[in-house]
């Protein structure tokens, strides 16, 4: 018999074994220790523990209780320490997972979000070029506009889209969106990028406001 743990991954409850707990910390607080120096640090392991509690509450289905198992299948996906480059001297699993026979958890394919990154409106049009891998979003919103300049029902087909569409909010979203793996290493960069984005527009604002100073 192995003790079981009530624990809070991401926001989610689960019970999870006593093995399979310490597991999961150690891996939590390799990746943390990788990417301290990163400004995004807090992030990443926050998305990560997301997309955790997302691999887990597939499991979930199976089983009541998180076994080393499930654990393992997780990391599979997430990668292993060695695969982002983490030091695998502070990771025991780094070892052949046990379970590696197990397919139920797959990687998905692309998911439809509203892209909060480049709107017009709410997203709607590039996030559907993402869908389809367009690197540009123009065409489809030259598409609604023809449609509705030509009678057609493009504003209530946008209307429910922008109802129905779920916005892309985290790394994990965005990351699915383009249909990239949502893994250890891909969160980060969405992170890391996203950071690098902001701080670039701040420096644009603050040039601005200095040059209406002068």
């Not at 990163?38 to 990560?48: A, N, R």
């Not at 026979?101 to 797959?106: L, S």
Request: hydrophobic share 35%.
């Amino acid at each position: 018999m192995n003790p079981t743990i009530n624990v809070n991954i991401g926001g989610y409850p689960f019970i999870i074994d006593e093995d399979a707990y310490d597991k999961l910390q150690e891996y939590l607080d390799v990746i943390e220790h990788h990417f301290s120096a990163s400004e995004g640090c807090e992030e990443i392991v926050h998305d990560i523990e997301l997309r955790f509690a997302e691999l887990l509450s597939e499991r979930q289905n199976k089983r009541p209780i998180i076994g080393i198992r499930d654990i393992e299948q997780a990391i599979k996906i997430l990668g292993t320490p060695e695969e982002f480059g983490a030091d695998e001297n502070r990771h025991r699993s780094s070892e052949q997972p046990s379970y590696i026979g197990d397919d139920t958890i797959r990687k998905k394919g692309k998911r439809l979000f509203r892209n909060p990154d480049d709107k017009v409106v709410g997203g709607v049009c590039s996030g559907i070029a993402a869908y389809f891998g367009m690197s540009d979003p123009i065409w489809i919103r030259l598409v609604f506009v023809i449609f509705f300049v030509t009678g057609g029902a493009s504003l209530l087909v946008y209307l429910f889209l922008l109802i129905a569409v779920p916005k892309a909010k985290s790394p994990s979203d965005r990351l699915a969106m383009q249909g990239r793996p949502i893994n250890v290493e891909n969160i980060a960069q969405q992170v890391e990028e996203g950071i690098e984005e902001l701080s670039y527009k701040l420096d644009e604002i603050s040039d601005r406001w200095s040059k209406k100073k002068s």
